[in-house]
């Protein structure tokens, strides 16, 4: 019996093929310098802006995450 699953897109596959080359731990690096950022920024007394930085740690790690399940996983 055939199932019919909807396949990845050439844009998709195109995509995972160059995320799956950058090693993990750069994700993790991006997320801890964010951080570090935003708490020097803070102790500048740039309070706003150490907010926003602070906030890219979040979608730094998972991007790390839709990296590691790329390339354990792959596509399709």
Known sequence: ?????PSEGKFTIAIEKQ???I???VYLT???ASMAASLTLKCFGQR?????????AAPFLIMGLYN???KTEGHD
């Open 19 to 21: 995320t799956s080359k």
């Open 23 to 25: 090693p993990s731990g």
């Open 30 to 32: 991006a997320a801890l």
């Open 68 to 70: 590691k399940i790329v």
């Open 1 to 5: 019996m055939a199932t019919n699953t």
């Open 48 to 56: 706003h802006t150490a907010l926003f930085v602070g906030q890219w």
